[in-house]
């Protein structure tokens, strides 16, 4: 949840919020010298000020206030007058660009409006603060604080939550920041989006009587009953609904006032009265939904549309390209390739219906259009669209479907439909933007892949492509394509060599709170993680045969260091201290790794999911690598109580795969039979497996893949390519020919061609590495190999991959360059020569039982 709090803040990297440059929009108290007698501290773009001699409490009730940027200045001023003369502890953002960010479209519901925290220490103090507060702002607007309960009419909002750091585990098996509840334990601190008092806590009578006051003041009467909501941003929600007094079915979109800002700071109401004018210009096409009414519920505005039945083109793209499942033949891409036309005819027939009533759409992209039941296409979102006499450059776009030399007039929706057409056959688009010649690439493959007319992959070149004068970086030279390994045995030492200087690069050791970008999870305490952070790269390079760079032992200086200071690590394998024991023991760090490991004594793990990747399953191998074999086999009969029914541990009830479902605890058991030579073990292990096959089935005959709702997962964290492995970890300690069968079935299904995401846990990668695992060198891996390339951008003059949703790269492990990087050696190379090392800890056949040496 932490996580959610920083934002992207760089063009290549996802970033603390923190990072973004700020200079010259500061507030003028952040830089004001600190009080006599405060401590003064800042942390994630906050500024903090407490009184040296004034306890603070654990919990209680703070207070947030809430401003638009032209009174931000005046509320931080205010605020900070007050509470320096009271002796009230309280932070405040330290500039109007973060502001801005906070309150943008792409930020999270939960923060937004939060300009200052007030942190009264005592019931009493909370009274008089928002009393005298009150009196000082009255009047002044601000984004709704959704997660409070509003005090008065002004700006201020109340909650009651944590005053410092703590975590705990929650129901779904997250580690999220706590509060203590009744008797001291600690239970989830929520921060959602409806203000909530926890049970045990009894509101003072004067807030009491506020929260009753809000019920009897709850909107109602609204004419429209929400169905399912289709999509949320911090500006508001898409919904879909029916009018209670007629029946008919409706879309709704929704406004918040001050919230969801764009780049010239418009909010989404003002977007909301543009996308009606423009809604009411184009009245009457087919291709645009039918504008019935604009309502204003409570603070909200909504403009009632008309249902367009069917689904996305997004969707319907991931339901029909045949490219994502395995095996598809030469009917399937032509089957494929006429759908595609048709549907590309018919928006570029919509689009130009839009320009002859002289409106630009702005945003094209497959999210923004609906294909009907019958194939018909009908544009939606129309908030960015704009009269084609303007001079207008659209302040929001999406990635991959906008160019910054096609940003006015009709070149818009030139470029977008350019892209929305590659994007039926590559949906890579968003990498579009890091690469300049990347378009090339993609149409290219689009041409080889699919039986489309030569002209129309000339057409996209030539409308993708950037003007000749538009400039090229001086690291913008493309690398050689033809060098990236295409086929298993090709030689690909430069490629490699590539990916670990980008990788290198990239490093960041004078930071504290990431060695390497990655994931934006390793801001929420995760930066030595093996997933996300330091220790996922470190072993990457490790097992690669990249660690002989003179920095590398400066980096492995770092992580040891990351190790002491997290103050609320997790304890698990890929999220926390048990993988970066892992790490550090197979760097040669022995000392530090058992102190690591032995962090994880100070963590309440009665609430811990079974999960490999943060659970009980994890940390069990951990333990048991280490030597620690009552301790792992402890925490394996807690899990062979729930697997035999005795219970149920925290996590997502339909947990399934490698990462979060049973196969992480069958693979545990399958170690501990190792270990200990108890058949019981291999039993448990069976159990295990059998609950994760039973969500599997069979898309086509000879291939088993995880049934998830309409789709097939063959991944490695959440499909089948990790079941695989663990059944091949099972079947090597005990001869089991049907579990053998369906690994071998597993192992046939692993040929999907194209996914979206190039990850080693969630992507390419992973089947790569799956494959090469269970099928041993050969021509399965080629595939992989090849999709590997499609996905390659350049960084720096070096190779590199991006996260899931190619919005941002990505160095780490589980998501980006250093799992590539990990599982094309061991395509090309084969396993680690020396036998002390595991490309993925575990997942191999042998049991090591004490620290390396």
Same mark, same amino acid.
Request: proline share 7%.
């Given at each position: 949840m932490l996580a959610q709090a920083h934002l992207i803040a760089d063009d290549c990297f996802v970033d603390a919020l923190d990072r973004i440059d700020d200079t010259g929009q500061r507030f003028a108290r952040t830089g004001s010298p600190t009080p006599s007698g405060w401590v003064r501290t800042e942390r994630g773009g906050w500024v903090a000020l407490h009184p040296d001699d004034v306890p603070l409490p654990r919990q209680g009730w703070k207070i947030h206030a809430s401003a638009t940027a032209d009174r931000a200045e005046h509320v931080v001023d205010t605020v900070w007058d007050y509470c320096t003369r009271r002796s009230v502890s309280f932070k405040f953002l330290r500039s109007t660009v973060l502001l801005h960010h906070m309150n943008s479209k792409? !930020?999270?519901?939960?923060?937004?409006?939060?300009?200052?925290?007030?942190?009264? !220490?005592? %019931?009493?103090?909370?009274?008089?603060?928002?009393?005298?507060?009150?009196?000082?702002?009255?009047?002044?607007?601000?984004?709704?604080?959704?997660?409070?309960?509003?005090? %008065?009419?002004?700006?201020?909002?109340?909650?009651?939550?944590?005053? /410092?750091?703590?975590?705990?585990?929650?129901?779904?098996?997250?580690?999220?920041?706590?509060?203590?509840?009744?008797?001291?334990?600690?239970l989830p601190d929520v921060r959602g989006t409806s203000f909530r008092v926890p049970p045990w806590v009894e509101?003072?009578?004067?807030?009491?009587?506020?929260?009753?006051? =809000?019920?009897?003041?709850a909107p109602g009467g609204f004419p429209y009953r929400v169905e399912k909501a289709l999509h949320f941003s911090n500006g508001g $929600?898409?919904?879909?609904?029916?009018?209670? =007094?007629t029946g008919r079915r409706v879309?709704?979109?929704?406004?918040?006032?001050?919230?969801?800002?764009?780049?010239?700071?418009?909010?989404?109401?003002?977007?909301?009265? /543009? *996308?009606?004018?423009?809604?009411?210009?184009?009245?009457?096409?087919d291709c645009v939904p039918a504008l019935y009414a604009h309502v204003r519920h409570w603070e909200h505005h909504f403009l009632v549309e008309e249902l367009?039945?069917?689904?996305?083109?997004? *969707?319907?793209?991931?339901?029909? /390209?045949?490219?994502?499942?395995?095996?598809?033949?030469?009917?399937?891409l032509a089957a494929y390739t006429l759908w595609a036309q048709g549907v590309i005819g018919r928006v570029e027939e919509a689009v130009a219906e839009l320009h002859a009533r002289g409106v630009v759409f702005g945003d094209l992209q497959p999210g923004n259009i609906m294909v009907r039941p019958d194939d018909s296409v009908c544009l939606v979102d129309f908030e960015t669209a704009f009269e084609d006499a303007e001079d207008h450059r659209p302040s929001l776009g999406t990635p991959g479907f906008t160019a910054r030399w096609a940003r006015s007039g009709r070149s818009v929706d030139t470029y977008g439909l350019a892209a929305v057409s590659l994007a039926l056959f590559c949906p890579l688009t968003p990498l579009l933007r890091f690469d300049r010649d990347k378009y090339a690439q993609l149409t290219d493959w689009t041409r080889r892949r699919f039986p489309v007319p030569p002209e129309f992959t000339a057409r996209l070149r030539e409308q993708l492509a950037p003007p000749p004068h538009w400039p090229r970086a001086d690291d913008d030279t493309p690398p050689d394509a033809s060098r990236w390994p295409q086929e298993p045995g090709a030689d690909g030492r430069a490629a490699l060599d590539s990916l670990a200087e980008a990788i290198r690069l990239s490093a960041?050791? *004078?930071?504290?709170?990431?060695?390497?970008?990655?994931?934006?999870?390793?801001?929420? /305490?995760?930066?030595?993680?093996?997933?996300?952070?330091?220790?996922?790269?470190?072993?990457?390079?490790?097992?690669?045969?990249?660690?002989?760079?003179?920095?590398?032992?400066?980096?492995?200086?770092?992580?040891?260091?990351s190790a002491e200071r997290t103050r609320w690590p997790r304890p698990g394998l890929y999220d926390g201290l048990a993988g970066v024991a892992y790490v550090l023991a197979e760097l040669g760090r022995t000392a530090e790794a058992r102190a690591a490991l032995d962090r994880i004594d100070g963590i309440g793990l009665e609430q811990c999911g079974a999960g490999l990747f943060g659970g009980l399953?994890?940390?069990?191998?951990?333990?048991?690598?280490?030597?620690?074999?009552d301790a792992a086999q402890a925490l394996g009969e807690r899990l062979a109580r729930v697997v035999t029914g005795g219970g149920r541990l925290p996590g997502p009830a339909d947990a399934v795969g490698l990462t979060h479902g049973w196969s992480g605890p069958a693979l545990l058991f399958t170690h501990l039979h190792a270990a200990t030579d108890n058949d019981r073990w291999l039993r448990l292990a069976e159990t295990a497996l059998a609950r994760d096959l039973g969500r599997c089935g069979a898309p086509r005959e000879g291939r088993v893949q995880v049934r998830d709702g309409q789709r097939w997962l063959s991944t490695l964290d959440r499909g089948s390519a990790g079941i695989g492995l663990v059944l091949d970890a099972y079947v090597r300690r005990t001869d089991d020919p049907y579990f053998a069968r369906v690994r071998d079935r597993i192992r046939d299904g692993l040929g999907t061609e194209l996914l979206l995401s190039p990850g080693l846990l969630d992507g390419q990668a992973g089947l790569l590495h799956a494959t090469a695992h269970l099928a041993g060198? $050969?021509?399965?891996?080629?595939?992989?190999?090849?999709?590997?390339?499609?996905?390659?951008?350049?960084?720096?003059?070096?190779?590199?991959? !991006?996260?899931?949703?190619?919005?941002?790269?990505?160095?780490?492990?589980?998501? $980006?360059?250093?799992?590539?990087?990990?599982?094309?050696? $061991?395509?090309?190379?084969?396993?680690?020569?020396?036998?002390?090392?595991?490309?993925?800890?575990?997942?191999?056949?042998?049991?090591?039982?004490?620290?390396?040496?």
């Open positions: 792409q !930020a999270p519901r939960s923060a937004s409006g939060k300009l200052v925290t007030i942190y009264p !220490a005592d %019931e009493q103090e909370l009274e008089r603060t928002l009393t005298g507060l009150t009196e000082l702002l009255g009047g002044i607007e601000g984004p709704y604080v959704l997660s409070d309960l509003r005090w %008065e009419d002004g700006p201020l909002y109340v909650r009651y939550g944590g005053f /410092h750091l703590a975590y705990c585990f929650a129901p779904d098996g997250a580690y999220v920041p706590a509060i203590e509840g009744p008797d001291g334990v600690l509101p003072p009578g004067f807030l009491a009587a506020r929260i009753e006051a =809000s019920k009897a003041a $929600g898409v919904y879909r609904a029916v009018e209670k =007094s879309v709704l979109r929704e406004a918040r006032p001050h919230a969801g800002l764009d780049d010239r700071d418009a909010d989404a109401v003002a977007r909301l009265a /543009h *996308e009606q004018g423009m809604l009411e210009r184009l009245a009457g096409l367009i039945e069917g689904e996305t083109l997004q *969707e319907a793209v991931g339901r029909r /390209h045949p490219l994502f499942r395995d095996g598809a033949d030469e009917a399937d960041t050791p *004078e930071r504290e709170d990431r060695l390497f970008p990655g994931d934006v999870r390793q801001f929420d /305490h995760q930066g030595a993680s093996l997933a996300f952070g330091a220790a996922g790269v470190l072993h990457a390079l490790l097992i690669s045969g990249y660690a002989d760079d003179p920095a590398f032992e400066g980096y492995v200086d770092w992580l040891a260091r399953a994890g940390i069990g191998l951990a333990r048991l690598h280490f030597g620690d074999v060198p $050969g021509s399965a891996l080629a595939p992989h190999l090849r999709g590997l390339g499609l996905h390659c951008v350049r960084h720096q003059g070096r190779r590199a991959f !991006a996260l899931d949703g190619l919005l941002r790269l990505s160095m780490d492990l589980a998501t $980006g360059t250093a799992g590539v990087l990990l599982a094309v050696h $061991g395509a090309l190379n084969g396993p680690p020569a020396d036998s002390r090392y595991a490309a993925l800890p575990f997942l191999e056949a042998r049991v090591p039982v004490g620290v390396p040496t």
